[in-house]
């Protein structure tokens, strides 16, 4: 069994900090703890606009505190963020992530995260090293 705490977390090398400053990313599980998925606690910054897409990823998104808006880049559609809102990015969404005050997400992906990943110039987290591997078992489902 595992039990972490956010005080754990909070200042060690599972706490990444967007190079911008837009968000911090407080990772509880991740890829070593072989789970299968890594889970999050994310904080957006009031002010922020982050451009995401994970082109290797599955996110679920579950926002417990705070107000903003995605933005589906390939529509321009724009929902609304608030306590109490999830949103699935099951198709690779590309998309804006903004905060209008602080949000607090809980966040899960597939397939998990390493660690110290940071979004790349589009937007993207690196696939997983055994990324074909998982594709094979996503597909036989």
Not at 30 to 43: K, P, R, V, Y
Not at 59 to 67: I, L, N
Not at 87 to 112: K, T, V
């Amino acid at each position: 069994m595992i039990v972490r705490t956010l005080e754990q977390i909070i200042g060690s090398e599972r706490e990444v900090h967007a190079e911008n400053g837009n968000w911090v990313s407080r990772r509880f599980v991740l890829d070593e703890d072989h789970a299968g998925f890594s889970f999050h606690e994310t904080i957006i910054k009031a002010g922020s606009e982050t451009h995401i897409w994970y082109k290797n990823h599955i996110e679920a998104v579950y926002c417990v505190a705070g107000e903003g808006e995605i933005e589906e880049v390939a529509t321009g559609k724009i929902h609304p963020i608030r306590d109490g809102t999830l949103y699935l990015l099951d198709q690779h969404d590309e998309h804006y992530l903004r905060g209008f005050s602080d949000m607090r997400l809980i966040c899960a992906f597939n397939p998990p995260i390493l660690g110290r990943e940071h979004h790349d110039a589009d937007g993207v987290y690196a696939p997983h090293p055994q990324d074909a591997e998982y594709r094979k078992v996503r597909e036989s489902l």
